[in-house]
């Protein structure tokens, strides 16, 4: 018994170690399970909107989006108070127009249809805002300041 646990510590520092030297970060991608034929991702590193956006694409993802009333409720299914919650980046900016949000990945705007409350970080009213998704008993799309550093949420 020891020694299998000695070699899964082992396993997870190198893991830990090829991570820092790849600096890509994916080995920590959890996959959340797929909805509408596709795959959600979440990460747990703080980055700004334009990190989590490379970040996303590195590993062979994009940002995510939440279209669909079934995505919503999906990713609502999946809160967890000790693994998935908090705030996750997601494939929404505005495009210089207060509260006008748009998906990076498609064009088209981001809208209430989902289901999903709009929630104001408070400071962050007007321009350069990016849309996160935030995992809570009851979640909502949050607006804040793109610059501002939270988890990610990415898909394929
Ligand atoms: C939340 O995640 C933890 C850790 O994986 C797990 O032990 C627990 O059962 C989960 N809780 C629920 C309600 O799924």
Redesign the pocket.
Known sequence: MRVIIVILVIAELSLAMAETGTGSGTFNLINLGSVDGKNYFYDKTRRTWQASRDFCIESGMELATIETPKQAEFLKSKY????FSGFYKLGGRDALLARQFTWDSSGTAATDIVGLNWRVDPGYSEYLTCVSYYSNIIPVFNIVGCEVESFVLCQT
């Open positions: 967890n108070y000790s693994t």
